[in-house]
């Protein structure tokens, strides 16, 4: 079983709609990151997270620490949103290592 | 202010030899963090450096070291590689465990 958790692995949007992904994780953590892959490998981290909700732009991240989930929300999608997110947590029952969800590869058609 | 560097960017290797490669953190970030990624793991911690300590350390066999400099720069080393450590390496910098990431263009090691 994986510590962390991402869904869906897949997701396919027109132009302008809502996007959700989710992560959940299965022990405290002390952060966790959201990042984003575009197709040749470069990482962008997007949020990082330790309680409530942050915003930037068209992106919107939230945690729930006491049901241990995170959701990352995209408004008013666009196909420059094409890219591979993955969250990544801090566990705390590891030192604070490191662990990443499996990606959600997202495609937006125009 | 200049980015996380990696050298080199590719690089080819053969079984059983040895790669170094080398990461340069955003000025002012004393600590690195490494990470592999392949197509079917995904992306692993391989470990994490603060002021030229080894803060943590993933699961990975004792063929996969690294250490950092005083400047911060980082590197890892893989001796007797296999097949399966072909893979993309990445390194990000970051002031402290608190703060944003900043990850580098990495190395895409192809061992042969």
């Known amino acids: 079983k994986n510590e962390v958790e991402q869904s869906p692995q897949n997701l396919t949007a027109q132009e302008g709609e809502f996007i959700t992904i989710n992560c959940s994780y299965s022990v405290g953590i002390s952060a966790l990151h959201w990042l984003q892959q575009h197709p040749g490998g470069g990482i962008v981290s997007l949020f990082m997270l330790s309680s409530g909700k942050k915003k930037h732009g068209r992106l919107i991240a939230t945690i729930n620490i006491q049901e241990k989930h995170s959701s990352l929300h995209i408004t008013a999608s666009h196909p420059r949103d094409s890219a591979v997110y993955i969250c990544a947590a801090r566990l705390t029952n590891t030192g604070n290592q490191f662990y990443f969800g499996t990606g959600t590869s997202l495609t937006v058609i125009p | 202010k200049a980015g996380v560097t990696q050298t080199p960017r590719y690089l080819i290797k053969t079984r059983g030899q040895q790669v170094t490669l080398s990461c340069s953190p955003i000025?002012?970030?004393?600590?690195v963090s490494w990470y592999q990624q392949t197509p079917g793991q995904g992306l692993q911690f391989l470990f994490e450096?603060?002021?030229?300590?080894?803060?943590n350390k993933g699961n990975f066999p004792g063929r996969f070291s690294g250490r950092q400099f005083s400047n911060s720069r980082s590197e890892m080393n893989v001796s007797t590689l296999e097949l399966g450590d072909s893979a993309l390496y990445l390194c990000?910098?970051?002031?402290?465990?608190?703060?944003?990431?900043?990850f580098g263009p990495g190395t895409r090691l192809t061992v042969l």
């Open positions: 000025s002012g970030h004393r600590s």
């Open positions: 450096y603060f002021s030229e300590t080894q803060r």
């Open positions: 990000a910098s970051f002031i402290g465990p608190a703060d944003t990431q900043y």
